[in-house]
């Protein structure tokens, strides 16, 4: 009897451990591979993308994502199309010109809800009260660039002509603005508005920023992209990856988590001081995160089709492009 | 006094290596004249001869030169600048006192063809008459002629030869050549250079130094000839 | 020589460009990614003017910093030929500062110098100078022996005939070196305006690169490459009128 006790006994165990095991295997299935390329280098700008790569939203959502950086000769609507990633970060302009040259691109979220891009200035030096303070005025811009774009966009929308303002070319360096030389100088609110106002106030001066949404010119920033194919295809895997992606993003701009957030950033990005990282956090959640309990990534149809408008206004596209059948709503 | 070149106890060998080119080499010579420096390939007649021009030093002993205060090596290798002709050349390099002996030398060494023409047209053998010739037009007390007359045709070599003991009968040449007959015939001192090994390194010799009139019986000849094939 | 070089530069920018298409149309890439036949021959009209214009302004840019680089070197050169150590002083300055990459350099000499023709004329003359002075001195501090011994021996050389005999007897060398330097000083003028300048070619590709725009760059190269062509042409062609001037004279 005690015999047929420890007999059954053991068997017990043995079935307890084989399921034990099998549904251990379950939990081990492979995760999906995909790759996103981001629009820039690892900066304040990405936090969430690094967030999502450092504390396994991805993996928890059943993916395994390689986040590359981007630069300046990378383009992730071109490495999407060619295959070499299945997700990208791309800005509107860069979303509206692929898609007129027959890109099969769609936007799933919309990181950017005011465009970073703002101008740096001098108030003491050079009073704007209203945008006609413009005129005669030295004006740094990137010939080709987005802000180009959107400062002909201000002028045009102002009735200001190209006559009445001083353009001139921005490189890498900020020294003519240092100098004095340029009066109003393009640049990301939230990731060197830090830096360069930091310059500033050492050498006791002060500045302000000029905004082009606040002046009713909106141009759409950075947004998350896929192809149609990979929509049609593998819209799962898209899911997941926005829900993921989405996450981390709400997780990263929380202020409970800014210590880890921080941390992330530099983790990623030694080359920026802790301290110029925690100016840049807030700038980057307001521009992301205008109100409490905004729906983060929401994609913002008017601005998208402003954006159209100025690209074709300023013949940036041949003709008109429909965005909106582009935009991905309802992402998650 | 006449025109002396004396080496004394010459010791050489050649950077960077241990093998001895001279070993307590001591000659003379004592008259102006177309003497001859004679030995087997790579004995160091060349070596010698840079010694004795200036050209190489580092070596202990002593080469001490009376009468003679300008001495130019002429070797066969040599060319002339490519943009010039050869008249151009001549004209611009020959001393104005010697500027009369152009002609007769042009003449005697068959340059007449060769005037308007660059260094690059020649054949190896007007090459080599050009290059003579543009040294001998130089104020020289000694001139050493380092196969000078290579591809040159025996009886041009000849006339050559006989030339210039006629024009130059108070200067001294050292004509370095591996022909033994001509060695013999025209050298009045034949300098035989043999191995380190050997002991004396040189041997002094008398030539037939054949110059106008009736060239040398051929028995003095073979002897003079025998005499070289037998220091060496 | 002229018929020859740009035919042959039209075969290889055609190779080139059906490699491209075969990609495209293999590949099923739209237009953004590699541009159509149609949309490079359209871009191609609208902005063929206003490219030629910009290549031809950084052609003059390019020649007139091969032209400085060329009597640069040839000074120093010459400067480098008096001692050994002088020479060997200036090849190990030449080998490390060429070394430093142009793209690095650029933007400082942009900061110091400003937008103006100074800069894009120095960093050409940067670029195109080294293996010029590398070149030349090589070449002028090489005895030829064969030629140099007669005016030694007879009292006659000094510095200016040794140059003309070491840069006669090495002429083919010398021409050879200018014409292929004369590319590095387009590539180092295009380098220089993409990084940094406001006017040329190169700063036309930037911003067509700021757009996306592929078709602007194949139009932009096309011209580049008739341009460099006919440049290289030109400088060959000068080689033969001075090889034949000195071998005539």
Request: with cysteine; glycine share 6%; charged share 20%.
């Amino acid at each position: 009897m005690k015999r047929r006790l420890q007999i059954a006994g053991g068997l017990l165990v043995a079935l307890f451990l084989i399921l034990g095991l099998g549904s251990c295997s379950k939990k081990e299935q492979p995760l999906e591979e995909v790759s996103y390329r981001l629009k820039w280098l690892f900066n304040i700008s990405v936090v969430g993308d690094l967030w999502a790569d450092a504390y396994g939203n991805f993996e928890r959502n059943g993916l395994k994502v390689t986040v590359k950086p981007g630069g300046p000769e990378k383009d992730a609507i071109k490495e999407l199309e060619i295959g070499h990633a299945q997700f990208g970060v791309a800005s509107a302009d860069q979303v509206i010109r692929a898609v007129s040259k027959g890109s099969p691109i769609v936007v799933l979220a919309q990181l950017f809800q005011v465009n970073p891009l703002h101008w740096i200035y001098r108030p003491d030096k050079t009073p704007l009260k209203t945008p006609q303070d413009l005129k005669g005025r030295t004006i740094g811009i990137t010939y080709g660039g987005n802000d180009e774009t959107i400062m002909r966009a201000l002028l045009a929308k102002y009735k200001i002509k190209e006559d009445e303002v001083k353009l001139f070319s921005v490189r890498y360096d900020y020294t003519p603005f240092y100098q004095g030389k340029v009066d109003l100088w393009p640049l990301y609110r939230n990731a060197q508005a830090p830096i360069i106002g930091e310059k500033l106030r050492k050498a006791g001066e002060k500045f302000d920023l000029l905004s082009p949404s606040k002046l009713g010119v909106q141009f759409v920033a950075n947004s998350v992209v896929t192809t149609q194919k990979m929509l049609e295809e593998r819209p799962e895997t898209v899911k997941r990856f926005i829900k993921a992606l989405l996450e981390a993003w709400r997780e990263a701009l929380d202020p409970e988590n800014k210590d880890k957030a921080i941390e992330t950033v530099l983790k990623y990005n030694p080359e920026t001081s802790q301290e110029i990282v925690r100016k840049q956090l807030p700038a980057t959640r307001i521009l992301m995160l205008p109100e409490p309990n905004f729906e983060f990534g929401k994609i913002d149809v008017a601005a998208w089709k402003q954006t159209e408008q100025i690209m074709l206004a300023q013949k940036l596209i041949a003709g008109p492009v429909q965005i909106e059948n582009r935009l991905i709503l309802g992402g998650e | 006094m006449h025109m002396q070149l004396e080496f004394k106890d010459i010791n050489y060998h050649y950077p960077g290596s241990t093998n001895q080119v001279f070993k307590n080499l001591t000659c003379a010579i004592t008259t102006p004249g177309f003497h001859a420096l004679f030995g087997p390939s790579g004995v160091g007649k060349t070596t010698l001869a840079k010694m004795i021009s200036g050209e190489i030093g580092g070596f202990s002993g002593e080469i001490s030169a009376r009468k003679i205060h300008q001495i130019l090596y002429a070797y066969n290798l040599e060319r002339l600048p490519g943009w010039t002709s050869v008249q151009e050349h001549l004209t611009a390099t020959t001393p104005g006192s010697n500027r009369g002996k152009i002609e007769e030398l042009v003449t005697t060494f068959g340059l007449e063809p060769c005037m308007h023409s660059r260094f690059v047209q020649l054949s190896l053998g007007q090459q080599n008459r050009t290059n003579l010739a543009r040294y001998l037009l130089q104020d020289f007390d000694l001139l050493i002629m380092d196969e000078s007359l290579a591809n040159v045709d025996e009886v041009t070599k000849e006339n050559i030869i006989l030339k210039m003991k006629a024009m130059f009968p108070h200067r001294c040449f050292l004509y370095i050549s591996h022909n033994v007959v001509e060695v013999a015939k025209f050298c009045k001192q034949i300098l035989i250079l043999r191995s380190h090994h050997k002991t004396p390194q040189t041997v002094s010799i008398s030539g037939q130094d054949y110059s106008n009139g009736m060239p040398p019986a051929n028995k003095d000849l073979e002897h003079t000839m025998l005499e070289i094939v037998n220091a060496l | 020589m002229l018929y020859r070089r740009i035919y042959q530069f039209f075969i290889i920018y055609f190779i080139g460009l059906t490699v491209l298409f075969m990609i495209k149309y293999v590949l099923k890439l739209s237009d953004y990614v590699i541009p159509s036949p149609l949309e490079i021959w359209q871009t191609g009209q609208s902005v063929f003017f206003r490219y030629l214009i910009n290549v031809l302004d950084t052609l003059s840019v390019a020649i007139l910093g091969h032209i400085l680089s060329i009597c640069l070197a040839t000074i120093v050169g010459i400067i480098g030929r008096l001692t050994l150590w002088i020479g060997s002083f200036i090849r190990v300055a030449a080998y490390n500062i060429q070394a430093y990459p142009i793209v690095a350099v650029a933007p400082i000499i942009f900061i110091l110098l400003g937008d103006g023709l100074s800069s894009r004329l120095l960093i050409t003359a940067m670029i195109c100078y080294f293996p010029l002075l590398l070149s030349f001195l090589g070449i002028l501090s090489e005895p030829v022996s064969e030629i140099e011994h007669f005016y030694e021996a007879t009292m006659r050389m000094n510095w200016h005939l040794q140059v003309k005999i070491r840069a006669f007897e090495n002429i083919n060398k010398i021409i050879t070196v200018i014409v292929g330097s004369g590319t590095l000083a387009m590539v180092g003028t295009i380098v220089s305006e993409f990084v940094a300048a406001n006017a040329g070619i190169g700063h036309s590709i930037r911003i067509a690169l700021y757009q996306s725009d592929l078709a602007k760059v194949l139009v932009a190269l096309f011209l580049i490459g008739i341009c460099t062509s006919l440049y290289l042409v030109s400088l060959e062609w000068l080689g033969l009128v001075v090889r034949k001037r000195l071998y005539s004279n």
